[in-house]
């Protein structure tokens, strides 16, 4: 069955670096593009970025320029990179992915990881 | 950005009511809404895509409609394991975007 599953550091410091690992089974990763959403404890959910079936990418432009989102099919991992971490970036990060096979249509989650927090603390 | 407004934050309830929750778009987005449980501790829980259509395995209690920028869920016959937060989305267009999420609460 689809599964997903988020693998982070836990704790950042301010103004570092953050790394989160998204490993999926079930499905391929050259069929199915995988996005990455992130809840602030107690808040709403906010949409950050998705990688294409073809390694092509959108991504949310209010953070375009402290994302960058990879993967690798043969493992099937996909990875999220965020910079300069401040303590409002401190969320609960879900990968879940498309709702299709085709880019255009279907940009709802069925399948949702179980999230990884991420806490910005000194 | 397209904005959706859920606009009740908590709306009280009791087992075997029938209550609204609804969502409205900053613009147009055609039926390109999908709606969303999640509980406390847990990832989100798809219930109903392209407006009206109801994922798979969920109850039909629940129900979508709307189009355009006016979108409602409406839960039948509330049960005690539906009280839990729930989102609006939409995918017309990018960046996607989600409601700011209802609390459904016992009276």
């Known amino acids: 069955q689809v599964q997903l599953k988020e693998s982070g550091p836990g704790l950042v410091a301010p103004s570092q670096s953050l790394s989160i690992t998204c490993t999926i089974s079930g499905f391929s990763l050259t069929s199915y593009g995988v996005h990455w959403v992130r809840q602030p404890p107690g808040k709403g959910l906010e949409w950050l970025v998705v990688?294409?079936?073809?390694?092509?990418?959108t991504y949310n432009s209010a953070l375009k320029s402290r994302l960058s989102i990879s993967k690798d099919n043969s493992k099937s991992q996909v990875f999220l990179k965020m910079n300069s971490l401040q303590t409002d970036d401190t969320a609960m990060y879900y990968c879940?992915?498309?709702?299709?096979?085709?880019?255009?249509?279907?940009?709802?989650?069925?399948?949702w990881g179980q999230g990884t927090l991420v806490t910005v603390s000194a | 950005d397209i904005v959706m407004t859920q606009s009740q934050k908590f709306m009280s309830t009791s087992v075997g009511d029938r209550v609204s929750v609804t969502c409205k778009a900053s613009q147009n987005v055609g039926t390109n809404v999908a709606w969303y449980q999640q509980k406390p501790g847990q990832s989100p829980k798809a219930l109903i895509y392209s407006a009206s259509y109801r994922y798979s395995g969920v109850p039909d209690r629940f129900t979508g409609s709307g189009s355009g920028t006016d979108f409602t869920l409406t839960i039948s016959n509330v049960q005690s394991e539906d009280l839990a937060e729930y989102f609006c989305q939409q995918y017309n267009s990018y960046p996607l975007t989600f409601g700011a999420g209802t609390k459904l609460e016992l009276k």
């Open positions: 879940a992915r498309h709702g299709s096979t085709m880019i255009t249509t279907g940009a709802w989650f069925a399948y």
């Open positions: 990688i294409w079936s073809d390694g092509s990418t």
